[in-house]
């Protein structure tokens, strides 16, 4: 057999496959591909039949992508493999098998730090940002972390093979010697969990920071700010916007605990989902006296489909918890929403449904998609936003610690 991340399942014996496990296991693996080829399947369609693609749609687009090929190409082979306790499926299905877990793994990663970085320019540098910050951008990143997640992982088809082992066949990989194999090990853990881990703490603590405390210094635009401002594409909408008095108090702070709230489930599911394997690898490098038993065959089993579980939670994080998205979806699958509870909008007071971030409250600045992806910006203010789409009013006020973020509409989940 082999498996996802960087453990790899070594040789067992026979004994540590008992009935139990051998029901268990594949029957959670199994619905674990059914709802996460559902869930991913879902995002992609929604998000991809619509016209307005911002940055942050293409990069969950992306990291759906990743997930559904991990779902549909990976779990079920493995999941075969363990129910009838050997590999099966010969030499070159053991190597493509074992690249694309690699593969799917690196760009999840990747895609991942990638959506973090656009999410912190958005918000931290949302006026500096907005030239490069396009549809054409995110999707050109998006193809570099393809190509890089399969150039990198090569090593891991060529390394893989099918061996022989107490009288079964096993998908392992073959490094040459036990340096060589932990020292992969440690790469693994470095550029698929220590690194996004890191960058996605940093570039969230500064949004954090960026929410809660704000630049409380007036904005004073450049000339060139001034030209940006006034090239607004008339293929932006204004018609969803709020045009309602500034919210109370009460409403700011609701919402401010809302990104906090966002924020925490986006960087804390990442962590759970992939520590437990990660620490169990670096346990079995570090420790010569590694015990094979039942119990910690069962632990792994564990670790691993938590891991596997990382593929479910990123639509419910990036997609499902969005109004913006549950607005498309709505549109998309009328039949389905009527009695889905994912699919219903949640509203506070009368003002818009909360986006993946915090709203802008007194002004807003922000990028509006073209037919062709690139981005116009806009800073108005909701009090003085006109009923008519083509009279967009443009009014310079002081920024407030909520001015970077904007309001979506239709299946928008960021810009």
């Known amino acids: 057999m082999t498996m996802n991340s960087s453990v790899e399942s070594g040789n067992m014996t026979s004994s540590a496959y008992t009935p139990e496990l051998v029901f268990i296991i594949p029957l959670t693996w199994g619905l674990l591909v059914i709802i996460g080829s ?10 991809g039949r619509n016209a307005d693609m911002t940055p942050t749609n293409v990069y969950v687009i992306n990291l ?44 999840t990663c990747f895609t991942l730090t990638a959506l973090t970085i656009d999410r912190y320019h958005a918000i931290v540098n949302a006026v500096s940002s907005l030239n490069w ?74 949004i954090l920071r960026n929410l809660w405390t704000g630049n409380r210094h007036s904005y004073m ?5 001034e030209v940006i401002l006034l090239n607004i594409p008339r293929a932006c ?12 108090r009460r409403s700011q702070t609701r919402r401010r605990s809302k990104v906090t709230r966002m924020v925490f489930i986006v960087v804390l599911l990442f962590a759970i989902c992939w520590l437990p394997v990660h620490v169990f690898q670096l346990y079995r490098i570090f420790n010569p006296d590694f015990p094979r038993t039942i119990t910690v065959y069962v632990l792994k089993m ?38 889905c509870p994912c699919a219903q909008l949640s509203f506070e007071g009368n003002s818009h449904a909360s ?19 690139n981005g116009g910006t806009e800073i108005v203010s909701m009090s003085h936003v006109s009923e008519h789409k083509n009279s967009i009013p443009l009014v ?14 239709g299946s928008e989940l960021e810009n």
């Open 38 to 47: 559902i869930g991913n399947g879902l995002v992609i369609y929604t998000l």
């Open 64 to 107: 759906a992508l990743a997930d559904l090929t991990f779902l549909i190409i990976v779990i079920p082979i493995n999941t075969v493999a363990f129910a009838v306790e050997e590999w099966i499926f010969g030499d070159a299905m053991c190597k493509i098998s074992s690249y694309m877990i690699y593969v799917t793994l690196h760009a």
């Open 133 to 206: 910050r396009t549809r054409r951008t995110s999707t050109i990143v998006s193809l570099l972390v393809w190509a890089v997640s399969f150039l990198i992982s090569i090593p891991f088809a060529l390394y893989h093979e099918e061996k022989n082992d107490m009288k079964k066949l096993y998908c392992v990989p073959d490094w040459g010697d036990q340096e060589r194999d932990t020292l992969v090990s440690l790469i693994v853990i470095f550029t698929t969990y220590v690194n996004p881990l890191g960058i996605i703490v940093i570039c969230y603590t500064q």
């Open 221 to 225: 635009p450049s000339i060139r700010t």
């Open 237 to 248: 909408s204004l018609d969803d916007v709020n045009s309602s008095a500034p919210l109370s």
């Open 302 to 339: 564990v670790s691993h489909t938590l891991s596997y579980a990382n593929s479910i939670v990123n639509p419910f994080v990036y997609a499902f918890l969005n109004d913006g998205f549950r607005k498309a979806f709505r549109r998309t699958f009328p039949f389905i929403s009527s009695f």
């Open 355 to 373: 986006d993946m971030v915090d709203r802008g409250i007194q002004t807003r600045v922000g990028e509006c998609q073209d037919e062709n992806g």
């Open 396 to 409: 310079l006020m002081p920024k407030t610690p909520h001015s970077d973020i904007e309001e979506k509409s």
